[in-house]
């Protein structure tokens, strides 16, 4: 235990009381930069942390590291490993007390490989390099060093980008009785995988074993997952093309294909990766439905509407049946593309796999039907809304309305109104500013009158630019409409006072 050192000054070497090499170390041991990426959970972000352990955790941020020894002393508390295990999970922000608390523990039991691990863990993330190799050596005369141990070392040494000190520790790990076997190998892989931007760093690991080690298909999965995160597709084809002459086709790396699937679609390479699952299919290798799901979610980010159909034609192909979030996904996107012909298509066959349309399905279409000017189309798509209880929105409504008028259809736009009117369609200014110049624009003033006089006394607001053009139109004809107008103007300022 007194190989825990916290006031250890020198960077280390060479351990004289076992002959091991350790990388060294040029931070120092008293004032630790610790790694901005991690931001280190504390005894006041765990509500269910216990009491004990809660006191003990206090008394190792408010007490001098000095006097934590003898404060835990006087508390009468035993150190369980499950308490121990604990409070150094919580005692990241503060390494040095971590020590102290971890030294106390140890004095009255043996401590468990566990706790241990979480000591080099705190000291490597703290960057107290000098100490975490005390503990790795004291470890290894206990004999409980393993991969873990390492592990935590890899990603301390990478988060600290320290990379070199990272291969030196593959590199003695034997020395500690730790195997450089392919686990390890993955282990550092995953590291620098996971870092970002880090990858040729990784290649360059590899480089260096890959005549000692052999890499298996978990090595591969690692390495797409980590050109998926730098979105390097050249370099991923490289690395799938290698794993499948290695190891083949085969259902258990599924997972990987998706990776570089998904890959290939995100970097704009859909036409190549539908060829590679064309050949997955003929190898009995499908991909799943969550794949198929995470593709078409990025085709429509990238509004490739021709691509996600072809997506969506192998999908069904192969027995997977689309749900209702993706059938809304392409309609959406067939008619952010104004391919209404195939929305319809699309729209039709949903009942036959399982997925009914809901107003969100009905409202994108009838929003397309609306902006391409299908003036028929909207009028009996409207009445299908209205039997199959989706109707539209108030927003689709008003734009409705004011393209029906546009396009001599006021009657089917009067339908929409008043449909709007009798069933609560709120809310209704919108559509009835755009009813009362729709009917004004027709010259139809009488009927402007009436519906107007009805929306005021429901209190639906008529906007002043609405008024201001009702004025010029009924101020054309003679004085009788002068007069009407003036009295509904006059009803109006009333309403909206």
């Known amino acids: 235990m007194e190989a825990i050192d916290e006031n250890t000054n020198n960077s280390i070497k060479v351990s004289a009381r076992n002959q091991v090499i350790i990388p060294s170390s040029s931070s120092t041991t008293t004032s630790p930069s610790r790694n901005p990426r991690t931001r280190f959970s504390t005894y006041y972000d765990v509500p269910d942390i216990s009491p004990t352990a809660r006191i003990i955790c206090k008394t190792l941020v408010h007490a001098s590291p000095d006097d934590i020894e003898s404060a835990l002393s006087s508390m009468g508390i035993v150190a369980t490993h499950e308490l121990v295990n604990e409070v150094l999970k919580l005692s990241y922000n503060s390494p040095s007390s971590a020590v102290n608390f971890f030294r106390w523990a140890g004095r009255g039991q043996k401590l468990l490989p566990f706790a241990w691990n979480l000591m080099v863990d705190i000291l490597g993330k703290n960057e107290m390099f000098e100490q975490m190799w005390d503990a790795i050596r004291s470890m290894k005369q206990e004999g409980i060093l393993s991969l ?4 935590s070392v890899f990603d301390s040494y990478c988060g600290a980008c320290r990379y070199n000190e990272a291969f030196m520790s593959f590199d003695v790990m034997s020395m500690y009785g730790v195997e450089q076997d392919v686990v390890a190998v993955n282990s550092i892989l995953s590291v620098f995988c996971r870092e970002g931007k880090q990858m040729m760093k990784a290649l360059e ?9 052999p890499l298996d298909v978990d090595s591969f999965a690692i390495l797409l997952e980590g050109w998926d995160k730098e979105g390097n597709v050249v370099e991923a084809k490289k690395t799938f093309g290698d794993m499948v002459a290695q190891f083949g086709w085969s259902l258990q790396h599924i997972s990987s294909y998706e990776t570089f699937l998904t890959m290939l679609v995100r970097g704009g390479q859909t036409v190549e990766a539908l060829k590679f699952i064309r050949v997955m299919i003929e190898k009995n290798c499908l991909p799943g439905f969550k794949f198929f799901s995470n593709a078409l979610e990025i085709l429509v980010k990238q509004n490739d509407s021709a691509n996600a159909v072809m997506l969506w034609d192998i999908m069904v192909g192969i027995d997977l ?58 009028g009996n798509f409207f009445c299908e809304m209205i039997k199959n209880e989706w109707p539209p929105t108030h927003l689709n409504c008003a734009a409705a309305i004011s393209m029906l008028f546009d396009c001599d259809e006021p009657e089917t736009a009067i339908e929409i109104w008043n449909y709007m009117v009798d069933n609560g369609i709120l809310p209704l200014e919108e559509s009835a500013n755009a009813l009362l110049i729709g009917l004004r624009n027709l010259r139809r003033l009488s ?15 008529v906007y002043e630019v609405t008024m201001q053009k009702l004025k010029n139109a009924f101020y054309k004809e003679n004085r009788s409409m002068r007069d009407k107008y003036d009295s509904l103007a006059r009803k109006w300022k009333t309403v909206r006072i």
């Open 205 to 213: 690991f590899l480089d260096k074993v890959k005549d000692s080690v």
């Open 148 to 151: 873990a141990t390492f592990a």
């Open 447 to 461: 009927e402007v009158r009436r519906f107007a006089e009805d929306m005021l006394d429901r209190r639906i607001v």
């Open 321 to 378: 049946m689309p749900n209702l979030i993706m059938y809304n996904a392409l309609i959406g996107l067939l008619c952010n593309n104004n391919d209404i012909d195939k929305a319809f298509q699309f729209l039709d066959e949903m009942v036959f796999h399982g997925a009914f349309p809901d107003s969100l399905t009905y409202n994108m279409i009838f929003k397309c039907l609306i902006k391409n000017k299908r003036v028929h189309e909207v």
